[in-house]
């Protein structure tokens, strides 16, 4: 597990971001951040031209992710509190280039998610990003929400709320501190 993560925060992270579509000088939001895992990656493809929110409801999580930018000397991480995944996201419309939704869906109910979808549609830009990780649905390690759901559902419901699927990976990325591989979702506002 340490070697996993120690290598995904010191290069191979990066590249995943960057082969999803992650840029120079963007605007990213790590939804559901937990402490960093995709966070301090974004906050190094982005540089100092560009920043990334990070967002929780666990107060120690982001805690322990600002201690970790701090560490890394990563000033372009902006960390944001939520009291539950129905929080609203206090960004300013059209503001963002990118969001990460990575393992969070499986914890909202239908309703939660659509909230969020609509709220995500918002904040991008017109050419924005909306990428992500499904885990847990029905053929990838039930769980919560998500667990009688297909991935094509998944796909299906996102379509649904003003978005459209732009491309389908199948990737080895970081779950949990350790490597695995999965489906990474990107779709682009209609």
């Not at 805690?63 to 944001?80: F, P, V």
């Not at 300013?92 to 969070?104: F, G, M, P, T």
Request: charged share 30%; hydrophobic share 35%.
């Amino acid at each position: 597990m340490e070697i996993d993560l120690k290598e995904w925060l010191n290069g191979e992270g990066e590249v995943f971001l960057k082969d999803i579509g992650i840029k120079k000088a963007d605007v990213v939001l790590d939804f559901g951040c937990g402490d960093g895992p995709y966070t301090i990656p974004a906050a190094k493809v982005v540089g100092k031209e560009g920043k990334v929110y990070a967002i929780d409801k666990d107060v120690e999580s982001i805690n322990k992710l600002m201690e970790i930018a701090k560490t890394k000397g990563l000033k372009n991480i902006i960390s944001l509190h939520t009291k539950s995944e129905e929080s609203k996201i206090n960004l300013e419309s059209k503001s963002v280039d990118a969001v990460l939704l990575y393992d969070v869906l499986h914890y909202m109910e239908t309703w939660e998610r659509k909230r969020i979808y609509e709220e995500i549609y918002m904040i991008l830009k017109e050419d924005g990003l909306l990428s992500v990780y499904p885990k847990h649905h029905k053929s990838d390690g039930p769980l919560g929400n998500l667990s009688n759901m297909e991935l094509e559902d998944v796909i299906e419901e996102i379509n649904s709320r003003y978005f459209y699927l732009q491309r389908k990976f199948y990737k080895k990325l970081l779950h949990n501190g350790n490597y695995s591989t999965g489906y990474i979702l990107n779709f682009r506002k209609k």
